[in-house]
């Protein structure tokens, strides 16, 4: 909005000058009590873990009362309680345990042969340019590749079993690790670089205690990348090559049970398979943040 | 205190070349090789090219099988003889149109999502619960619910592909908005800004950088999820029955089922191109528009 300039030449609007007054009650003007004390239900819902284990337990009540109350096919959607006692029965008293146990071992072969991989590839490619370069072409290509479209062909190079599943572990963690780190090198400030050669150090040293912790962020983010990527691919690979690759794990025994329409298990299967995703990104990833770049202040 | 080192008193002398001392010169011509090397394109445009050529000496000089790995010029064959007579590009039309839907209804629901945990408290609690419980679990692992609610077709892989899109750019939008700072904060409340004009106007360029993140990490996820889901029930999903059509990961699934390994190297590189395109050139063109230009990322 712009101010016009008043019509006509010399015309100003008129002053209008309101007559004088004193307040007689300033003295009464008074701060109440701003603070107010907060109720005990109010204490308690501004707890956060009360307010999401609420909107959990209204979401299952929710789940449990539409299974019920509207006499859904059990095949179609089980009610959570069915589907609770599924998941404790196949836990504690069935195999699903050695199910869990089977991916996990598989997929912690392929999750540290790539690390290892990642790590190699990296030094070789601070070490000279064409390991630089080669790197990053390498990541271009295979980074946008999913990782489960090779396991047709890792079965056929490897077998059916799990080694394939192994091969295609490392391909879907390899590429992410491998980019994030080397970008986060790449964005090691140069301040940081040359107190670090200041010091004297060199090679292997060099990047173990200046570009590593430097970079650390960036690796976390790319190893949660890769986490996230690898349990995709195995829940994946397991779902459509399961059985083949010997006794099965966690996919093949959601894959089972969709085949013989036991949606109950489906849901165990699910609720075991958002169980170790938890555990992994809110524990063990969350664990390791806390302990270095959250302590050292890189993020918080 | 005995031991205090000597003090060495060294003759004086007088420099007698000092008026020789020259700096040379510094900055040396590069020969023309030098130049070309230091282009990183020529660099890597020379990997890709050894690489090939590796490839193609190794299938050709050892015997190794064609079922094992074929040769890359078989593999060029394949690729041409598929886009030109097998009808590759429909196949891929196929899976993108899929894609496309699943990623746009999820960015909707995402969208509608973040705007309510933005804005009450019940929603952010609503929104983290969810997104807690629901983003460590893949998508693919949904797929046989939803094949078994929405009967074979495309609405289970949409369904598959809102599942793995929702939650990682729902979860990047939050944390973008929660983190803008302050300042920008009350900025836009000093200008008066409210409501949907305020998440418009404010928090949405304030927040890009997390949010095109989020929408990367979607965008991977529902990539993988498409491939997989193609791979694994491929041919019951995709309606293969008006002429050859079904999707590239059923493109990559039958040809080895039946041994055609030179197609299914097509087919992967296809995959990498399609992604490639999407990654390099569609999400850069965006970061270029915006987050780079308004210097909120470093090149």
Redesign the interface.
Known sequence: MSIKPPAGKGLLPKLVIRPEYEVSDIAQAQISDVAHKLSLAERIWNINGVRKAVILLALVAAWQAYTVGFDVEPLMLPSFSISFMRLYNDLFYSDLIYKVWFSVKVLLIGYSAGLVLAALLILWATATRFGSDFIAMATAMFNPLPAIALLPLAMLWFGLGTASLVFVLIHSVLWAVALSTHSGFENVSPTLRMIGRNYGLRGIFYVLKILVPAALPSILAGMKIGWAFAWRTLIGAELVFGASSGSGGLGWYIFESSQNIDTDAVFAGLFTVILFGIVVENVVFRNIELRTVNRWGMQQ | MKNIPNVLVRSEFEATEIAKADIGDVARKLTLFERIIGM?SV??LS??VLVIVVWEAYTQLSSVSE??LPKFSATAQALYQAVASEQLLAMVWNSMTVLVTGYAIGLVIATLLTTAATMTRFGN??L??LT??????????????A???FGLGADAIIFTLLHSVIWPVALNAHVGFMSVSETQRMVGQNYGLKGLVYVGKLLIPAAFPQILMGLK?GW??A???L??AE??FGGSISDTSEGASGGL?WF??SN?MELQ?AH??A??FT??L???F???VVFNAIENRTVRRWGMQ?Q
């Open positions: 990183h660099r890597k990997i890709l079922l094992i609690d609503v983290s619960t807690a419980m629901l983003n460590p679990l893949p998508a693919i692992a949904l797929l046989p619910l094949l078994l609610w990490i991977a996820y990539w993988r999820t491939i997989a791979l694994v990961g990559i699934f080895q390994i299914v190297f087919g992967l995959v990498i399609v992604g490639v999407v990654e390099n470093a």
